[in-house]
Antibody
Framework: QLQLQESGPGLVKPSETLSLTCTVSGGSISSSSYYWGWIRQPPGKGLEWIGS???????YYNPSLKSRVTISVDTSKNQFSLKLSSVTAADTAVYYCARHTVVVPAAMSWFDPWGQGTLVTVSS | SSELTQDPAVSVALGQTVRITCQGDSLRSYYASWYQQKPGQAPVLVIYGKNNRPSGIPDRFSGSSSGNTASLTITGAQAEDEADYYC?????????????FGTGTKVTVL
C-alpha cells in the first residue's frame, strides 16, 4: 500500500525559504505512470495546487507561485521536495504531498493517495 | 488560471440524495476529480474521470458531467458523509498544465 509522509520545519521566519520533503513508501517514485504533487491549505480555507513533478524531473507549477517554487525529486531516496522562497504569513498552511495521476488521452487526472499533511507557520 | 466554483454549503436529510456541483470552463475539456475532507484529516479521493470510484469508496458516491458543470451525487447520504468536498481539474486556459481546486462545499447531514 502506497504511503506518503511529509517532513520539515513547522516554523519558518518571514522572507526565508520553506523546505519540505515527501517520502514515498510501498512503491517506487520512478514509476513512469505518475507525477508527484504538492498541495496546500491555509487554516480554514480551501485547497491550492502548488506544483507537480515527474520522476525524470519535469515540473509544472501553479502560475501564481511559480516565481517562488522549486520542486525536485531524489529517486535514490524515493523522495520529492518542495522549496518556497520569500515566505510571508500568507504562506502559513497545511502542506500535503500526493501522488498525481495524469491520463492525457482520457483528459483526466487525480491526486491519490495523500500524505497526512504538515502545518507550516510563517512567523518571526 | 481559470476558476472552479462550488456552492459553499448544502444540507441533506439522512438517507436522502444530495448533488454537489462544480462549474468552470475547463470542465468542457477535462474531467473533474472529487475529494472528501473531514475535519483535521487529509482529503480523500472519491471520484475520478467520467465516474470512477477508488477501491473502498461506497457506491452511493457517483459523478457526472455536462458542459461546464461536473457533479458529485451522494445517493442515500449517511452521517459519515458530512464533510467538505472539493473538485479539481486541469485548467484549459494556459499552455502549460495547471491544476485548479474548486472553492469547496460543506455538506451537512441532518
Amino acid at each position: 500500500q502506497l504511503q506518503l509522509q511529509e517532513s520539515g520545519p513547522g516554523l519558518v521566519k518571514p522572507s526565508e525559504t520553506l523546505s519540505l520533503t515527501c517520502t514515498v513508501s510501498g512503491g517506487s517514485i520512478s514509476s513512469s505512470s505518475y507525477y508527484w504533487g504538492w498541495i496546500r491549505q491555509p487554516p480554514g480555507k480551501g485547497l491550492e495546487w502548488i506544483g507537480s513533478i515527474y520522476y525524470s524531473g519535469s515540473t509544472y507549477y501553479n502560475p501564481s507561485l511559480k516565481s517562488r517554487v522549486t520542486i525536485s525529486v531524489d529517486t535514490s531516496k524515493n523522495q520529492f521536495s518542495l522549496k518556497l522562497s520569500s515566505v510571508t504569513a500568507a504562506d502559513t498552511a497545511v502542506y500535503y504531498c500526493a501522488r498525481h495521476t495524469v491520463v492525457v488521452p482520457a483528459a483526466m487526472s487525480w491526486f491519490d493517495p495523500w500524505g497526512q499533511g504538515t502545518l507550516v507557520t510563517v512567523s518571526s | 488560471s481559470s476558476e472552479l466554483t462550488q456552492d459553499p454549503a448544502v444540507s441533506v436529510a439522512l438517507g436522502q440524495t444530495v448533488r454537489i456541483t462544480c462549474q468552470g470552463d475547463s470542465l468542457r475539456s477535462y474531467y473533474a476529480s472529487w475529494y472528501q475532507q473531514k475535519p483535521g484529516q487529509a482529503p480523500v479521493l472519491v471520484i475520478y474521470g467520467k465516474n470512477n470510484r477508488p477501491s473502498g469508496i461506497p457506491d452511493r458516491f457517483s459523478g457526472s458531467s455536462s458542459g461546464n458543470t461536473a457533479s458529485l451525487t451522494i445517493t442515500g447520504a449517511q452521517a459519515e458523509d458530512e464533510a467538505d468536498y472539493y473538485c479539481n481539474s486541469r485548467d484549459s486556459s494556459g499552455n502549460h498544465p495547471d491544476y485548479v481546486f474548486g472553492t469547496g462545499t460543506k455538506v451537512t447531514v441532518l
